[in-house]
Nanobody, 125 residues
């Protein structure tokens, strides 16, 4: 049973940057796509980004395209989310998740089989 632990969240001013990390243990990491989702208070969890098992293909939500970059290091069983030019509307709890397949545009929560506990990102104006 894979376990996912996110880190790197915090409080940042608008325009700033954060890098989130998600470390996997207890299961297979390199054979699956990995994704990031976020959930703001009172809103549904939404897709942010996904990267395929090789790290060579990634997709982003329109709201973060050009500002966020997803990457992975399979040797370290870790996936990252570099967030630049942060906006107050990026404030949310960010979750990493392991996909049920190796790749593809996995935008739905139902396409993921394991989730981390989340890390809070707060962007002040």
């Amino acid at each position: 049973q894979v376990q996912l632990v996110e880190s790197g969240g915090g409080l940042v001013q608008a325009g700033g940057s954060l890098r989130l990390s998600c470390a996997a243990s207890g299961g297979t990491f390199g054979d699956y796509a990995m994704g990031w989702f976020r959930q703001a208070p009172g809103r549904e969890r939404e897709f942010v980004a996904v990267i395929n098992w090789t790290g060579l293909s990634a997709y982003y939500a329109d709201s973060v395209k050009g500002r966020f970059t997803i990457s992975r290091d399979n040797a370290k069983n870790t996936v990252y989310l570099q967030m630049n030019s942060l906006k107050p509307e990026d404030t949310a709890v960010y979750y990493c998740a392991r996909g049920l397949t190796r790749g593809g545009l996995l935008k739905s929560s139902s396409e993921y089989g394991a989730w981390g506990q989340g890390t809070q990102v707060t962007v002040s104006s």
